[in-house]
């Protein structure tokens, strides 16, 4: 049986997905740099492969930050009016971490799958080699936490 040492879960959390955006490493250290100044705590990222010239980009914040991020946002915009704007609020971050991930093949199998048996509304994922990352809808948080704990029981 695979083991895993944690898993938590962080509410309210707010999705910004960014589309059609410039695909150059600039454009991505602007927004964080324009984000930071903002004192808006980023937590997951994760950035699409471009097409072309064009790609996407997403982040997630803590929902009492979206005002001084969406004020980020229309700055970018203003130099780039192509950049498309989504948002999702009212998720849930669910972190499974463990050191022992980095060895054990199939835990995000596992996370997966369990995430699955409930019809979890996963919105965006991110992993390292010792977490991995489940947004997730705030409706669903509370069935995929559970599934996921049983799975690792």
């Known amino acids: 049986m695979k083991t895993i040492e944690s898993v938590r879960l962080t509410e309210d959390v ?3 997905s960014l589309t059609n955006t410039p695909t150059d490493i600039r454009f991505v250290s602007r927004v964080f ?11 997951m990222i994760s950035q699409s492969p471009a097409v072309g010239d064009r790609g996407a980009l997403a982040f997630t914040i803590a929902g009492e930050q979206l005002t001084p991020a969406l004020q980020v946002i229309a700055g970018l915009r ?3 009016p ?8 009212d998720n849930c ?6 050191e022992r991930m980095r060895s054990q093949p199939g835990v995000a199998a596992d996370v997966f799958r369990a995430a699955a048996s409930v019809q979890a509304d996963l919105r965006l994922i991110t992993t390292s080699e010792v977490d991995i990352s489940l947004l997730v809808t705030q409706a669903d948080a509370p069935a995929a936490m559970a599934a996921i704990e ?3 029981a």
């Open 14 to 16: 707010t999705l910004i």
């Open 33 to 43: 740099d324009a984000l930071s100044a903002a004192a808006v705590n980023v937590d």
């Open 78 to 80: 203003e130099t780039d």
């Open 82 to 89: 192509a950049i498309q704007l989504s948002i999702s609020s």
């Open 93 to 98: 971050k669910i972190s499974v971490e463990g």
């Open 150 to 152: 049983k799975a690792f």
